[in-house]
C-alpha cells in the first residue's frame, strides 16, 4: 500500500522519506529473518537507499539514520546486492570522518544515543568492514553510554565485535558490568551462553561474567541447554 502511494501517488519527498524510515525501522527492529526478500531488490531497499545518499539535508534524525542503515545491511545478508551498496557508501559518506577524528558540524551538534551506536557496529558487522578508525571511534563514544544499554543491547553490541573479531578491551569489560551488575537477575541462559561466546572469540577474560554463569547453572535443573553452557563455562 505504501509502495503504491509513493509510486503511483501524488506524494511528497518528505512524505515518502517518513514512510519509509518507519518501514525500514519495523523490518530492522525485527532481524534478517523478516525482511523482505524479492527478486532483486525491493522499493524499500531503493527508497532506502535515496534517503541515506540524500545530501546535504535527509530529513531524518540521526536515531532514524541508523534503523535505516541497519535495515540495508540486514537486507544486504539475504543477498540484496544494491542493499550492500547503499550502506557502504552512505556509511563512507556520514561516517568515515570519525575516524580522522572530524565530524560534520552537525553531529556535533547533537547528542549521540548507545542504541544508535549500537546499531551501526551491528552494521558493521553485518558489511563486515574493517575500518578500524571508525569503529574505534564509535566503541569510544560507546563507553560512556554502556550502563544505559537494555540486556539485548548490550549482547549485540559485544556479538557484534566479536563478529568483527575488534577487540576493544576497555569497551569488552565496561559491557560486561553491565550484563553482572544491571542485567545479572534478567540472564537467561541463552543470554550467558551468547555473552560467554563472544568474550571467548575475542579471548577478553572477564570474572564477572563466569561467576554469574556458574551462579546461574548452580539455581537451574539440568537439561541440553544447561549442559550446553556447562561447555562453554569450561572453555571459558
Not at 532514524?64 to 557502504?88: E, I, K, M, N, P
Not at 540472564?187 to 554463569?213: E, F, T
Request: net charge negative; aromatic share 6%.
Amino acid at each position: 500500500l505504501v509502495e503504491s502511494e509513493c509510486v503511483m501517488g501524488q506524494v511528497s519527498e518528505s512524505w515518502r522519506f517518513e514512510a519509509t524510515t518507519c518501514l525500514a525501522t519495523f523490518f530492522a527492529e525485527r532481524g534478517a529473518d523478516l525482511v523482505p526478500q524479492e527478486e532483486g531488490s525491493s522499493w524499500l531497499t531503493m527508497s532506502a537507499g535515496q534517503l541515506v545518499l540524500a545530501q546535504p539535508k535527509t530529513p531524518v534524525s540521526g536515531e532514524a539514520l541508523s534503523q535505516v542503515l541497519l535495515y540495508l545491511s540486514l537486507a544486504a545478508v539475504t543477498g540484496d546486492a544494491a542493499a550492500a551498496t547503499f550502506a557502504r557508501k552512505a556509511f563512507r559518506m556520514r561516517y568515515s570522518r570519525l575516524g580522522r577524528g572530524q565530524e560534520h558540524p552537525k553531529s556535533q551538534e547533537r547528542p549521540w544515543s548507545s542504541q544508535e551506536l549500537v546499531r551501526l557496529l551491528r552494521c558493521y558487522a553485518a558489511l563486515e568492514f574493517r575500518d578500524a578508525p571508525v569503529l574505534l571511534a564509535l566503541c569510544n563514544r560507546c563507553l560512556g553510554l554502556v550502563r544505559s544499554l537494555s540486556l539485548q543491547e548490550t549482547l549485540q553490541a559485544a556479538q557484534a565485535l566479536a563478529s568483527l573479531k575488534f577487540r576493544q578491551e576497555r569497551l569488552l569489560e565496561e559491557l560486561g558490568e553491565n550484563l553482572v551488575v544491571k542485567h545479572r537477575s534478567d540472564l537467561g541462559l541463552d543470554d550467558i551462553r551468547a555473552a560467554l561466546r563472544s568474550w571467548m572469540d575475542l579471548r577478553v577474560p572477564h570474572g564477572g561474567l563466569l561467576a554469574a554463569a556458574e551462579q546461574l547453572l548452580a539455581a537451574t535443573e539440568a537439561d541440553d541447554s544447561e549442559q550446553c553452557v556447562h561447555r562453554e563455562v569450561a572453555e571459558f
